[in-house]
């Protein structure tokens, strides 16, 4: 992929070799790094109710623990990101999964509403280092198709968090309470520190960092090729595609629970055959790259996406049956297996030499989004899904845009039209 004239273009030399060193041992630990944010978000999701009058507080103040570990989870990927850039991939990649581990022992002896909300905030900050490091450390890497596999094969990895999460939430919610499922989180965060010593080792090694130094000095900021076009439409392209999935989440305790009635192991089996539509369609994305290019399933996946939240809008202002709306979710969180990886590897190609950096802003757009949407799709209380088809509907159609403009730009820009 080429990168456009106004970014910033580092020799050669600096670049690592690309075409090994992603070994299986390192992708699943980058996959469980990629598994800590969606646990962390989704265990504990059947566990709402209970939370809310525990702790004798509002449904919507319980939302505020999930909106403030996505905000951490934001400002933290834009804090590691660029360590990582400056001084290698593990040094900021333990501290931050440190601090998960410390944050997350808080939450689950947290007193009060206000405590857990401080904690979530902190585990998100330190949750943030493992996912955006870990795509930078592909990116290092692998490019191309190449890394668009890996991008795809990690999220069938992380794609076990958001199957086995709700499965569980719902099954032990009773059994161990909310602080339980918190505990469980924790076991997590303790394995991701452990799994970070043991198998990562240094990709961004010291003397591309020096070169990159220098080119700074010579030429100004690397941080300007931050500017391309084609990396800024690849990432909305992603951003607002998980804001589709992020809008989903947030609203399907209520949605399933509330509205059609399940109990939480109902709502656990329906959110998890949701997330394993992601998982199996995810799989199937790092096999169509062998015979298609990586922007032909990118468009089809954003096709999919946008045709199932028109689906579900339409049946939601027609009032149709509550049942029915779960098919169009099923397809549109299916579907975005065919966006996620593509969307990575397409963005991050596109700025190779600050892959760290360039990583946070792709993950603080995309969280700083999904803290966005979160309280919104409650916005009409717990007996409606029309605020949910609203956001949905909306965050489709901007990555539709998104794809469309940057597409367009490549083809001006005489951009190949598959990525090798």
């Not at 069938?156 to 719902?170: D, M």
Request: hydrophobic residues 55%.
């Amino acid at each position: 992929m080429a990168t456009n004239t106004d970014s910033v273009r580092i020799p050669a030399a600096s670049l690592p070799s690309r075409s090994s060193g992603i070994t299986t041992p390192l992708l699943l630990v980058l996959g469980l790094l990629s598994a800590v944010a969606p646990f962390a978000t989704d265990l504990y999701l059947p566990a709402f109710p209970q939370m809310t009058t525990e702790l004798a507080t509002s449904a919507t103040t319980v939302q505020l623990t999930l909106t403030a570990f996505l905000l951490g989870v934001t400002a933290g990927q834009l804090v590691f990101g660029p360590l990582s850039d400056r001084f290698g991939r593990v040094p900021p990649l333990v501290a931050g999964a440190a601090l998960c581990v410390l944050a997350s022992a808080v939450a689950v002896f947290a007193p009060n509403v206000a405590v857990l909300v401080a904690a979530r905030l902190f585990q998100g900050l330190g949750g943030a280092a493992g996912m955006v490091i870990g795509r930078a450390v592909i990116s290092d890497l692998s490019t191309g198709k190449a890394a668009a596999r890996a991008f795809s094969l990690m999220m069938i990895v992380g794609g076990v968090a958001p199957v086995v999460a709700p499965l569980l939430g719902g099954l032990l919610t009773g059994p161990i309470g909310w602080r339980g499922l918190l505990a469980i989180v924790l076991g997590l965060s303790i394995a991701m520190l452990v799994a970070v010593l043991v198998v990562v080792r240094e990709t961004h090694l010291r003397s591309r960092r020096d070169e990159l130094r220098a080119e700074r000095v010579a030429s100004g900021s690397p941080l300007r090729a931050l500017r391309s076009r084609t990396f800024l439409g690849y990432t909305a392209v992603f951003a607002f595609g998980f804001a589709v999935m992020m809008a989903y989440i947030s609203a399907s305790p209520f949605l399933y629970q509330n509205m059609l009635g399940l109990d939480t192991v109902g709502y656990g089996i329906m959110f998890g055959l949701n997330a394993l539509a992601l998982v199996v369609v995810s799989a199937l994305s790092s096999r169509l790259t062998a015979t298609r290019s990586v922007e032909s399933i990118l468009t089809l996946g954003i096709t999919l996406v946008t045709a199932s939240t028109v689906a579900f809008a339409l049946l939601v202002f027609f009032g149709a049956p509550v049942f029915w709306l779960t098919v169009p979710l099923f397809t549109a969180v299916g579907s975005l297996g065919l966006v996620f990886g593509n969307a990575t590897a397409l963005a991050l190609g596109a700025v190779p030499q600050i892959a760290g950096s360039a990583s946070a802003v792709l993950g603080a757009l995309q969280f700083g989004l999904a803290a966005l949407v979160s309280p919104l799709v409650s916005l009409g209380g717990e007996g409606t899904a029309a605020p949910l088809a609203v956001v949905m509907f909306g965050a489709a159609v901007i990555a539709v845009v998104a794809l469309v403009i940057t597409r367009r730009g490549e083809r001006v820009a005489g951009v190949g039209s598959s990525v090798g």
